[in-house]
């Protein structure tokens, strides 16, 4: 698998952490999930694996963004 290197401005990558670690002590803190988010999650686990997005794919879509 060929590596490629994509710059992204501090500024952007450090509001990516600080929004992800904000994520996270929200999901610690707030313990089970909801109906909704459970009805959510089994709809997501049953999608089959061909309908799926792969890496590359995402990392396409973050760029034309």
Same mark, same amino acid.
């Given at each position: 698998? @060929? =590596?490629? =290197?994509? $710059? !992204?401005?501090?500024?952007? #990558?450090?509001?990516? @952490?600080? &929004? !992800?670690?904000?994520?996270?002590?929200?999901?610690?803190?707030?313990?089970? #999930? =909801? &109906?909704?988010? +459970? +009805? /959510? #999650? @089994? /709809? $997501?686990?049953?999608?089959?694996?061909? /309908?799926?997005? +792969?890496? @590359? /794919?995402?990392?396409? #879509?973050?760029?034309? $963004?």
């Amino acid at each position: 698998m @060929k =590596t490629q =290197t994509v $710059a !992204v401005p501090r500024d952007d #990558l450090t509001q990516l @952490k600080n &929004d !992800v670690a904000l994520i996270k002590n929200a999901l610690l803190d707030e313990g089970a #999930l =909801t &109906d909704w988010a +459970n +009805n /959510e #999650l @089994k /709809e $997501a686990r049953e999608v089959p694996d061909p /309908e799926l997005l +792969n890496s @590359k /794919e995402v990392r396409q #879509l973050i760029l034309d $963004a």
